[in-house]
Each structure stands twice: as structure tokens, then as C-alpha cells.
């Protein structure tokens, strides 16, 4: 049964930092790219980065120069590092991963329960 569990959310005032991190486990034969997402109450859940095995970023526009993701492959582990919060960046944030089972022979997308991150003005 594969497993994405998100850890590092909290409360912080504006202007902050806080690292995420997500663990994929669970009978996983090889993790592709990796990828955080966000929902905010009332609105739905939008992309904030991605970061492929080679470690090649992609962010949204709302979050660039402020957010790095990063990933430690031998540890099935990817990382957001979230800095100059603000009130807006209050969301539930997911990790994905793109992965293939023992056996499989495909790559199949697995989300995290989510982790809640609230920025206070």
C-alpha cells in the first residue's frame, strides 16, 4: 500500500519560512517526478511546483523566487521550502508523486493527506 506522507505544516506570521516535506513508502519499485499542490478554502487546488528525478523545477508564477522544491531520491522524500509567506499562501498543501509499484509496469499518480499551512497578516 504506498503511502505519501506530508509533515513541517504549522502557523507563521507573514514574512516567514516553513519547510514541508513528504515521505513516499510503501512497495514502490521507482518514483518519477514529484509535485506540490495547494487548496485554499472555497477555491480549487492549484499546482505550486514540480521537480523531476534529474531535479528540474517548475513553479507557479504566485510562487516563484519565494518557494524551492527540492528531492532526496534515496529517501523517496521531496521538499518545499516556502519562504516570504504570505496570508495568502494559506492553503491545505499536497504532495504527488508519479509512481511504480513492485511489479508494475506503468506510473501511476499518489497524493499525500495534505498538511495545513496558515499564514497569519
Known amino acids: 500500500q504506498v503511502q505519501l506522507v506530508e509533515s513541517g505544516g504549522g502557523l507563521v506570521q507573514a514574512g516567514g519560512s516553513l519547510r514541508l516535506s513528504c515521505t513516499a513508502s510503501g512497495g514502490i519499485f521507482s518514483v518519477n517526478a514529484m509535485g506540490w499542490y495547494r487548496q485554499a478554502p472555497g477555491k480549487r487546488r492549484e499546482l505550486v511546483g514540480t521537480?523531476?528525478?534529474?531535479?528540474?523545477?517548475d513553479y507557479a508564477d504566485s510562487v516563484k523566487d519565494r518557494f524551492t522544491i527540492s528531492r532526496d531520491n534515496a529517501k523517496n522524500t521531496v521538499y518545499l521550502q516556502m519562504g516570504s509567506l504570505k496570508p495568502e499562501d494559506t492553503a491545505v498543501y499536497y504532495c504527488?508523486?508519479?509512481?511504480?509499484?513492485?511489479?508494475?509496469?506503468?506510473?501511476?499518480?499518489?497524493w499525500g493527506q495534505g498538511t495545513q499551512v496558515t499564514v497569519s497578516s
Open positions: 504527488n508523486g508519479e509512481i511504480m509499484l513492485d511489479g508494475n509496469l506503468g506510473y501511476s499518480k499518489y
Open positions: 521537480i523531476t528525478t534529474g531535479g528540474t523545477t
